[in-house]
């Protein structure tokens, strides 16, 4: 049978399947992109403004010697699309409140932000002074002595 008045979707933890009524899923999304305390409504869609900037700044890494020709043509970007917001349930909270969720994929910057991000890990990853996770860190700081400096 079709239900087409509801939502199946993730939930935030858990890995669970959680099913919804479309208007309160709706309802919920409203609520949280309309909270003038949190976000900020535009008056223009602005991602072509990104597109071409996103496509200078690419264009200039491209006559500087710092990308070849093949890279350039993956970073540019011709039908960016905005960012995407949706909501995960957390059904381990009272009320279920939605998590909001943006995606970028698609987005002006996306494939130049993965770029960028491939370059800072091999670097980041060599670096004493990072950690993987909360877990490394609390290891970490529990094995640190600080000494208080003297004057």
Known sequence: MDHQELIVTSSDKGNKTVVMEEKEY??????LVNDLNTYKPLTKDRTSYYQT???????KLYRGG?????????LITYKAL?????????????????RPIVSCIGTPTYHLSKFCS???KKITN?????????SEFVNI?????V???TD
């Open 53 to 59: 900037k996103n496509n200078d700044v690419i264009n």
């Open 26 to 31: 709706v309802d919920r999304m409203n609520g």
């Open 118 to 120: 491939g370059i800072l």
């Open 126 to 134: 060599e670096s004493p002074y990072n950690v993987v996770n909360s």
């Open 147 to 149: 000494h208080a400096a």
């Open 66 to 74: 710092h990308i070849d020709e093949w890279t350039k043509k993956s």
């Open 82 to 98: 905005p960012p995407r917001i949706y909501g995960l349930p957390k059904i381990h909270k009272e009320g279920m409140p939605l």
């Open 141 to 145: 700081i529990t094995k640190t002595t």
